[in-house]
């Protein structure tokens, strides 16, 4: 392992803008919006900042200008600045894989210079985005045909995790952008049915397959992508036309061979690209053939922008910063458990599915950097759902339930299908969320209104609910680079602060391996001696019994 920078400074819970928090903690905590923005009627405008074309209003936040000094502070001194200059130089920050983290590389212009393990890395980069585009273009263009000679028309990606989870959300969200004469499906699940259902009204002589997997070796991903074969095969008849069918998104060249995939058709990554930060890699080829690859540049360029405003902004007005330290201010002050984020754009609609393994999976961690148990919370659990959806299933719970749900509010002030007057309904519906979380309505309000007494406590609103509004103007690919590019440098300022490698993920091991050795347990043909717990026993008995022997 690396050496580790930051062993030097004392323990998080120590330091003395930690305890300035704590204290200031107590007296703040019960503030309520309603007065802070009373006090301050330039509030709205002044707890604002604007970056890579994103307005970022903070106001509806249960903060005063001290508690953003010492959030600032704490900042300082957990050497955020330090640890950004670290990452974007590409040393090994990744201390327990010792690795670079170098997604910022991925959409570096093309005559950037970053190094990573002593060569500019920014070449190689462009080397393969020019790789995609010419293949992209081909595909969509009706050059690169199936096996048969037929065009191809559907695209399905095979990967799992960050290599499934941002393609399908990019997919998604840039829909409008997409080619919509080729039909874009994505396999991620190892249960048959997300493969059946994905395949059964295609043909296979037009459909080409993404096996995407940065290992090659990642079990949901290379069974499906057998069946795959299997489902070719079965129809084309030829081993041959393996090559017009497949092609592989992976740093693992030999692997992909072994699977029969031409390397010529293989589309390469490298170690530095952690799988859940890797939509704007080769990863994102499936993304590229949907919306071609000028809007993909252009999804990059978003993503840059935001890398620069992170990198160069001073962390007052610095987006990623202050939508980081808020959301350690909620998690370790407050105890708030969760964040809901909550975009007003339907095209969004699989962003919160995305988050969660961008922000769990880096940040669901309970040692530092050193080794050491932590003793203060870390990473929030991350949920959500499209607007205006959620508000008539789950709001109800964060107007009135018991827990403090601090929430994002994404929305765009334009919208891709101008239909009647729906989309000032839906940003009315944005705005008036915000604004009923923040301020609620009193039992004053509720009386006045001739409600009767009985019914009072059930209608009032306590208010104070935090709430960040993040509004563009456009759903362009590039807002959605910037998008995840903020999101992504917030998750490393509260790693960052919490002292923890935001960049691995042991924490998926052990049940991987488990997994592995119940396999032949529930295959073998004689009854397997087990030798697990009594509960996982009977329940691997009961499975056996109950699933009779195979067809
Ligand atoms: O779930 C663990 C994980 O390693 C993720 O971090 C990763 O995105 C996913 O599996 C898929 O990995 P691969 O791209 O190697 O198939």
């Given at each position: 392992m690396t050496a580790n920078p930051t062993s030097s400074v004392p323990p998080l819970t120590q330091r003395p803008a930690w305890r300035a928090l704590e204290a200031h903690y107590?007296?703040?905590?019960?503030?309520?919006?309603?007065?802070?923005f009373a006090h301050d009627p330039q509030r709205g405008t002044k707890f604002v900042a604007e970056g890579a074309g994103l307005y970022f209003d903070y106001s509806k936040h249960r903060v005063t200008d001290e508690t953003l000094r010492l959030l600032?502070?704490?900042?300082?001194?957990?050497?955020?600045?330090e640890r950004i200059d670290a990452m974007f130089r590409g040393d090994p920050i990744n201390i327990t894989?010792?690795?670079?983290?170098?997604?910022?590389?991925?959409r570096a212009p093309r005559d950037a210079v970053i190094m990573a393990e002593g060569r500019n890395v920014v070449p190689e980069v462009h080397a393969v985005l020019d790789k995609m585009s010419a293949f992209a273009d081909q595909v969509r263009g009706g050059a690169w045909k199936g096996y048969t000679g037929q065009r191809i028309r559907n695209v399905i990606n095979i990967g799992i995790g960050g290599s499934d989870l941002g393609p399908v959300m990019a997919y998604e969200a840039l829909k409008d952008y997409s080619d919509r004469n080729m039909t874009f499906r994505f396999v991620s699940n190892v249960d048959g049915t997300d493969f059946v259902e994905a395949t059964r009204d295609l043909n296979p002589a037009e459909t080409l397959f993404i096996i995407s997997s940065k290992t090659f070796t990642t079990l949901e991903t290379m069974t499906n992508a057998?069946?795959?074969?299997?489902?070719?095969?079965?129809?084309?008849?030829?081993?041959?036309?393996?090559?017009?069918?497949?092609?592989?998104?992976?740093?693992?060249?030999?692997?992909?061979?072994?699977?029969?995939?031409?390397t010529a058709n293989m589309f390469g990554f490298w170690d530095w690209v952690g799988g859940r930060y890797s939509m704007d890699s080769a990863i994102g080829l499936s993304t590229m053939i949907a919306v071609g690859p000028e809007n993909f540049r252009q999804m990059l360029a978003g993503f840059h922008a935001m890398d620069e405003h992170f990198r160069a902004t001073p962390f007052e007005r610095n987006l990623p910063v202050l939508m980081g330290l808020l959301a350690v201010w909620y998690n370790n002050f407050f105890g708030a458990q969760t964040v809901a984020v909550l975009p007003y754009?339907?095209?969004?609609?699989?962003?919160?599915a995305y988050l969660q393994q961008l922000t769990m999976e880096s940040n669901g961690k309970s040692v530092t950097l050193d080794g050491l148990q932590v003793n203060y919370q870390t990473g929030q659990i991350?949920?959500?759902?499209?607007?205006?959806?959620?508000?008539?299933?789950?709001?109800?719970?964060?107007?009135?339930?018991?827990?403090?749900?601090?929430?994002?509010?994404?929305?765009?002030?334009?919208?891709?299908?101008?239909?009647?007057?729906?989309?000032?309904?839906?940003?009315?519906?944005?705005?008036?969320?915000?604004?009923?979380?923040?301020?609620?309505?009193?039992p004053e309000q509720v009386k006045a209104e001739g409600t009767a007494d009985a019914l009072v406590p059930h209608r009032t609103f306590a208010g104070n609910h935090p709430t960040t509004t993040i509004l563009a103007e456009r759903l362009t690919p590039a807002t959605l680079g910037t998008l995840v590019a903020l999101y992504e440098h917030s998750v490393f300022t509260q790693g960052t602060i919490w002292q923890i490698d935001s960049f691995d993920q042991w924490g998926v091991e052990l049940g991987k391996v488990?997994?592995?050795?119940?396999?032949?347990?529930?295959?073998?043909?004689?009854?397997?001696?087990?030798?697990?717990?009594?509960?996982t026993n009977a329940l691997i008995r009961r499975y056996r019994q109950q699933r009779g022997s195979r067809g």
């Open positions: 107590q007296q703040i905590k019960d503030a309520h919006l309603r007065d802070l600032l502070q704490l900042a300082q001194e957990c050497g955020l600045r894989e010792n690795r670079s983290v170098l997604h910022v590389a991925l057998q069946s795959a074969r299997a489902w070719v095969l079965n129809a084309l008849h030829d081993e041959n036309a393996v090559a017009r069918h497949f092609v592989a998104v992976s740093t693992n060249a030999e692997e992909v061979q072994k699977f029969g995939i031409d754009d339907h095209y969004l609609k699989r962003f919160p991350f949920w959500g759902e499209p607007g205006t959806n959620g508000q008539h299933s789950f709001y109800q719970l964060i107007h009135q339930g018991t827990k403090l749900i601090p929430c994002d509010f994404i929305g765009f002030s334009q919208t891709l299908n101008p239909l009647g007057d729906h989309h000032d309904l839906l940003m009315a519906n944005l705005f008036a969320q915000t604004e009923a979380l923040a301020f609620g309505k009193t488990l997994a592995k050795r119940i396999i032949p347990e529930l295959q073998s043909k004689d009854e397997p001696q087990l030798n697990h717990d009594s509960s």
